[in-house]
């Protein structure tokens, strides 16, 4: 079986172990599969984030452990000579949202979100890509091309039900649902700055942040410059073949199987970071499922040794200030009105423990008091809260405690969401506008 990621890591799983079940086809990618244990923890309501889609059905059908024992099947030719075209197979990714739940809190560390974008890219390879795959996932070509005439429409579709509803007839997109604003364009010049204390830091600034809200990046870079760093922001290389088109992690690509794309993408983010790799310039992302791709998928995307050196200089926004701060940085910031907050954590910050520093971060706000709420996927998870067939679900998955904790919060209690995902669901959900912890913490200096 020809794979279209590099499944290497999971080379040697399995050897030795009479216990390992890996199926009879699919090489690395069928070790990956076998990690599970079938230990049922995906199983499970309470405390952490997996398995979103088996807590609001709770049918095992909807949990990790069955879409393992689905894809096992279909590698072990139980599904015919195509199993990834089979319904089958089709029925048990049904309710996936790649949260990554299973990667941290599944023993085994079963990682659904990229044997997913594997089985979505052999399932294309078959039956092609709808019109709604080819729009979500090439939205960075999208807004870069079409940006204006884009952003009319999206607000001619918000404004009218009728055109709502042919949009979901057309593209099965989810008529209840609105769909975000474009605001941003290009960005203003913002590289370098002021010369810093510090030293120099390189601020990625992916696209959900660029063309929706550029106000984080601007709230960053000023926290950033507070704090002593001069801060550059990451543009495309002098030869690359578009370099007006803002750089992207290729995470909407992955996220509807379209790998060569994604690589593409990434290569341009690897060609564009050499000079910081080579200088050992901290590279800060602000949107929790764009920077860990360059931690995580990255290594699935065939670019290099370089990759390992990324690992070690990509920070999320309050990973790297926690970081700071144990160096002697220190923040001048003053108490915020209200002085109150509830926090969400992206699923992607809580699978690779990054809400620790959103935690001790925030706690140097003076007089300032948060909370962060113990829930699972808010349920938007990138296109799938905005598809059709799959709107009932993503909202569930927020009632099960996000929304009903941030109706519950009194109106002055500030809303603090790093997702730009998260942020959709919690102001169609509840009328709350949520904010970025650099817009909090922008807030916040004195």
Known sequence: MKTHLDWSAYDTYGVGDAYAGIPASGGNYAKAVAVCMNN?????????????????????????????????????GELGDDPFAHPDLAAAMELCVSCKGCKKECPSAVDMTLIKTEYLAQKNERLGLSRRARLFGGLPAWLHRWRTPLSWLVRWRNASPWLARQAERWLGIAARRPIPQIVGGPLAAASAGPAGARGKVVLFVDTFTHY????????????????GYAVEVLRPASDDGEPERPLCCGRTYLSQGMVEAAKSESQRVMV???????????????????????????YSLSLGPAVAQLGKQAFLFEEFLMREANKGMTLDLKPIPGGKALIHGHCHQKAFGAMKSVRKVLAWIPE??????????????????????????????????????VRAAAPETLIV?????????????TGRQAIHAAVLLQRALA
């Open 40 to 76: 049922h923890q995906c199983q499970r309501d309470g405390k952490g984030v997996m398995c979103p889609s088996f807590r609001i059905t709770h049918d095992p059908a909807h949990s990790t452990g069955a879409r393992v024992k689905a894809f096992k099947a279909a590698l072990n």
């Open 212 to 227: 929706y809200t550029p106000e984080v990046a601007a709230a960053a870079t000023a926290v950033l410059q507070a704090a």
């Open 272 to 298: 564009a970071l050499a000079p910081a790799l080579a200088a050992g310039t901290p590279i800060i992302g602000l949107e929790p499922s764009c920077l860990l791709a360059l931690r995580d998928e990255f």
């Open 368 to 405: 300032f008091e948060f909370e962060i709420i113990d829930a699972s996927c808010c349920g938007m998870s990138g296109s799938f809260g905005l598809e059709a067939e799959h709107y009932e679900a993503s909202v569930a998955m927020g009632e099960l405690a996000l929304l009903p904790a």
């Open 417 to 429: 969401a790093d997702g730009f995902s998260c942020r959709h669901q919690i102001a169609d959900g």
